[in-house]
């Protein structure tokens, strides 16, 4: 079978490179690369996108609607990575595992929007629990979250890396997007169902890349009053047979007494676990993920194989990590 024509839309960018180096490997797939003077020319991208069988957009929102719109015509298929798309319609959200049929509306898409890397996390814990009516939609959902600096952009990248070069303090870390109006909320809200806009309040520390994304929940103020058990049970069933999606044994979590947020960098592993203290009715739910892996390139490449009929792992890795 002849190899699948690529173009990666913004290669230089930190998702473009890794997912570029996913993808060099492979001889089932042939990229179509611009020289840096091509990069941002109009004729040359649209020449690239409609040359390819796939391509993926590794760029800011305005830009990836304009390579969409450059798109216009050709038989080419888009992953945007941008969040220019991802509550868009005739876009399909590109996270496969999360809900009963998302894999088969990827596999038969056109058009797909990547997630966002805490989003991924939160729509991961939440969307089952609403669905199975454990968390009702109108509950007051607040996300707390970490992030590597690559987690918060081009501008904090430059910021922390600027600071290290002066032996800036090693673990420093901030809270940001104070203002909650951070570009994932209304991801998270329409695909996990949420009646409401959840509190997000993201942080980001001295270390490149990996993530955690936590939602707290009191099980004593919910409807049904769940245990544990019960969320779990859920979480456990919904990803079951995902290649890529890990819920850990209730036993293992007990056990965790610290997280390390880097234990999955690498590989395109999406971790749950679920800590709780039974007897006063309180848990908290936490996605582990590198924010460059499932959080963006790697989740980019899954989607890609499925849109290709490929093998859903090919070039990826998968880990089953201790916590």
């Avoid at 290669?11 to 089932?28: H, N, P, S, W, Y």
């Avoid at 998270?188 to 520390?205: D, G, K």
């Avoid at 880097?262 to 848990?283: I, M, P, S």
Wanted: proline share 5%.
């Amino acid at each position: 079978m002849a190899a699948a024509r690529v173009f990666i839309d913004g290669e230089a960018g930190t998702t473009g490179l890794q997912i570029r180096e996913r993808l060099l490997a492979r001889d089932d797939i042939e990229l179509i690369s611009l020289d840096d003077a091509q990069r941002k020319d109009a004729a040359a991208r649209r020449d690239a996108l409609h040359a390819a069988e796939v391509a993926i957009l590794c760029l800011p929102d305005d830009a990836a609607r304009q390579a969409a719109a450059l798109a216009e015509g050709a038989s080419v298929k888009l992953i945007d990575a941008s969040t220019a798309h991802r509550t868009a319609d005739g876009w399909v959200f590109g996270f496969p595992e999360f809900r009963p049929g998302q894999r088969e509306a990827v596999i038969a898409a056109d058009r797909v929007s990547n997630p966002g890397c805490y989003s991924t996390g939160a729509i991961a814990i939440l969307a089952p629990l609403v669905t199975a009516g454990l968390v009702p939609a109108d509950y007051p959902v607040t996300i707390n979250a970490v992030s590597g600096y690559t987690g918060g952009g081009k501008a904090l990248i430059a910021r922390y890396e600027a600071e290290g070069a002066d032996g800036y303090k090693p673990d420093a870390y901030y809270h940001y997007a104070l203002g909650l109006t951070h570009k994932h909320v209304p991801e998270i809200t329409r695909w996990a169902t949420l009646a409401h806009a959840p509190i997000f309040e993201p942080s980001v520390a001295r270390y490149a890349q990996g993530m955690l994304v936590s939602v707290p929940l009191a099980l004593w103020a919910l409807p049904k009053a769940p245990t544990p058990a019960a969320i779990h049970a859920v979480l456990a069933e919904r990803y079951a047979d995902a290649r890529f999606v890990r819920v850990a044994p209730l036993g293992e979590a007990e056990g965790v007494r610290e997280l390390d947020p880097q234990a999955l960098n690498g590989t395109n592993t999406l971790e749950l676990l679920v800590f709780a203290h039974a007897e006063t009715g309180r848990a908290v739910v936490t996605a582990r993920l590198d924010n460059l892996g499932k959080g963006a390139s790697g989740a980019a490449v899954q989607n890609l194989n499925l849109m290709l009929g490929l093998a859903e792992d090919a070039g990826l890795e998968a880990a089953r990590a201790a916590a």
